[in-house]
């Protein structure tokens, strides 16, 4: 069964501290992983597509990184307006457009 | 600039009762996606359309619900006899280039 797991639950920083978060899937065969932003209340933000082990994608403080196993986002130097829920999702290639979503990390930025 | 619109952002009706969700596309996509979140769990895929068909569906989405492009740009969702249980954000998703799927604001649906 395809399965998607994200450490930790929680995780509170300050502002400054750098820190990664972690995606660990099972899939039969992956067509791409992704990583979005989720405010409270609010529908997921697309932030990255990553397709094969090796890739990176960057944007502003955050870095995404695909291994055959996990991924992981990376965060640099967080601001308190990064705090978010980070969802990871997955897509198998023998499905159709589904995509499965992790229960996500609850980052918070302390000033 | 959001891609897709959800209306209306918070619905509240009594069990039994049917709802329409509405998804809006600020432009014209072939591929439509449904999903919901009940609070604190993960989302969860519900259906996917594709020129105007069913093309694939959870074990949620049983003979209750069902999917709609009534005027070719509008797209929605009838929860028939809607149950406690159904209480959640409903998303909207389209996709536009590779597999990347963009989602919607969301409806909050409360059946009390």
């Known amino acids: 069964e395809d399965q998607v797991t994200q450490s930790p639950e929680a995780l509170r920083l300050q502002e400054g501290e750098s820190s990664s978060l972690n995606c660990s899937y099972t899939?039969?065969?992956?067509?791409?992983l992704f990583w979005y932003r989720q405010d409270p209340g609010k529908g997921p933000e697309f932030l990255f597509t990553?397709?094969?082990a090796g890739e990176e994608k960057e944007k502003e403080r955050l870095k995404a990184t695909l291994t055959k196993k996990e991924s992981f986002l990376h965060i640099t130097a967080p601001k308190p307006e990064d705090s978010a829920t980070y969802l990871c999702?997955?897509?198998?290639?023998?499905?159709?457009?589904?995509?499965?979503f992790g229960k996500g990390t609850r980052l918070h930025i302390l000033p | 600039e959001p891609e897709v619109t959800q209306t209306p952002s918070h619905q509240v009706t009594q069990m039994g009762q049917e709802v329409i969700l509405r998804c809006v596309p600020i432009?014209?996509?072939?591929?439509f996606y449904w999903y919901r979140q009940i609070l604190g769990q993960k989302v969860e895929f519900l259906v996917s359309?594709?020129?105007?068909?069913?093309?694939?569906k959870s074990e949620i989405f049983d003979d209750q619900f069902s999917v709609e492009r009534p005027d070719g740009s509008n797209f929605t969702l009838k929860i028939r006899s809607t149950k406690l249980e159904d209480s959640a954000m409903y998303f909207c998703?389209?996709?536009?280039?590779?597999?990347?799927?963009?989602f919607g604001p969301g409806t909050r649906l409360t059946v009390t």
């Open positions: 999702a997955v897509q198998a290639s023998n499905r159709d457009d589904k995509i499965i």
């Open positions: 899939v039969s065969g992956l067509r791409g």
């Open positions: 990553l397709y094969s």
């Open positions: 432009s014209n996509h072939l591929y």
């Open positions: 359309f594709y020129n105007n068909e069913i093309s694939e």
């Open positions: 998703a389209l996709r536009k280039s590779s597999y990347e799927q963009y």
